[in-house]
Every structure is written in C-alpha cells, then in structure tokens.
C-alpha cells in the first residue's frame, strides 16, 4: 500500500520569508501523480500544486514550486514570499496510475503540515 | 460557477442510527469522491464515483455506502452509526474520470455521534 509521509506536524514562518515543507512517500508504481493541497480555517481545500512522476521537470505555480526527487521518493513544497493567507494546513497527497477497466485509487494523503505565518 | 455542495453542514446523530449526506457537484464534473477526516486517522478515501458507477472503494467496513445520480449529485451514508464515524466527511469532483484531474472539495460535512 501506498504511504505519505510528512515529517513536520507544524512550520512557523516570518511573512516574506521563504518556507520548505517536507513529504515523502513509497510505492512500487512508476507512473503516478503527487499533489499539495491547501485546507484553511474554512475547511475547504483547495489544489496548491501537481507534479505528475513522469516529468523530470518540477511543477511551479507562481510562488509555489516543488522540489520532486523521484529516486528517493521525495517531494516537498517550497513557499516564497511567504503571505498572511498561506496560513493554512498543507497535505501531501499521491494517486497511483488507473488501473485498465477501473479507476484509480483515491487520494492518500499524509497527515499534513500546519503553517503558521508570523506577521 | 458555483463549487461543491455539501448538505448537511453539521448533524449530530446517536450511535446506531444511519445518516445521509449529500453532495452536488460543479456543474460538468461527472466524478465524485467522499473522504473521510479526523484527527486520528487524517484523510481517508471513501469511494468514487464516475457516471454513476462506483469505480473505486477505499478500506471501510460496509456500513458505508453511496450512489451517484445521473445528474452527478451524490450520496453517502452510514448505517449503524458507531462513535467513531464522528469525522468531518469531505466531497470532491472532478470533470472526469482520469487520475490526473484536479480534484475539487467541498466545504465537508460534520458528524458528531453521541
């Protein structure tokens, strides 16, 4: 079974200051994607960023980008110019490939970040 | 365009009775996937759905159920509710059917078992 993992229950950050959040997961497959998703007080999460696992290239959404490291089965989220509405918890999350006549697994997620944004 | 809608926002039910929730996806999404949350466990797959098909089944006891209309509008439900079920349930559609889709969530559903 596919497992995330991520080391930091909470990370503190100055406002404008850059901010790394660590994941990494296991599995056996070699075509799957990775996500960070975003939950703020309000519950709704949104998608912050997606990298699917055949492009060497890391994903970058205007301040967010990721460090993917396929061989170590790493993949952490790197925050610049950190913002008061970053403040949020931030999950890691993988969907392996879909499987032929069937879907694919849901989302496993780790058991997320809480980013706290000092003004 | 209006998001995800999840019905009821909070409920409160006794152990052994069932509950439905309900969930409408933004309009064009035919997916739809329910999870699970709470602090001990986190996130958790529930099940998803796709043209009214359910195409995948995350690790719950049967008790856990839903359906899919042809409208994409979804259902879950909980029968024999135990104190554990208390978790924050989550939906999120998605425009098709490939893994590669972003998913999007709504606000969740909140059950407290007593």
């Known amino acids: 079974a596919q497992t995330v993992t991520q080391s930091q229950p909470e990370m503190s950050v100055q406002e404008a200051e850059t901010v790394t959040l660590s994941c990494t997961y296991d599995?056996?497959?070699?075509?799957?994607?990775l996500f960070w998703y975003k939950q703020p007080p309000s519950r709704q999460m949104i998608l912050v960023i997606r990298q699917e696992a055949y492009k060497q290239q890391n994903a970058t959404e205007n301040r967010f980008s990721v460090n993917f490291q396929k061989a170590a089965k790493s993949f952490s989220l790197k925050i610049s110019d950190s913002q008061l509405g970053d403040a949020a918890m931030y999950f890691c999350a993988y969907r392996g490939p879909t499987v032929l006549g069937g879907g694919a697994d849901g989302l496993t997620f780790g058991k997320g970040t809480h980013l706290i944004i000092q003004p | 365009k209006a998001g995800v809608t999840q019905t009821p926002r909070y409920l409160i039910k006794t152990r052994g009775q069932q509950v439905t929730l309900s969930c409408s996806p933004i309009s064009g999404h035919r997916s739809v996937s329910w999870y699970q949350q709470t602090p001990g466990q986190g996130l958790q797959f529930l099940f998803e759905?796709?043209?009214?098909?359910?195409?995948n089944k995350g690790n719950f006891p049967g008790r856990f159920s839903g359906r899919q209309f042809s409208n994409s509008r979804s259902e879950m439900n909980v029968s024999t509710l135990e104190l554990g079920d208390s978790a924050l349930y989550l939906c999120?559609?998605?425009?098709?059917?490939?893994?590669?889709?972003?998913?999007?969530f709504g606000e969740g559903s909140r059950l407290t078992v007593l």
């Open positions: 759905y796709f043209s009214e098909t359910q195409r």
């Open positions: 999120a559609s998605s425009l098709g059917a490939s893994n590669t889709g972003e998913l999007f």
């Open positions: 599995t056996s497959e070699s075509d799957y994607y």
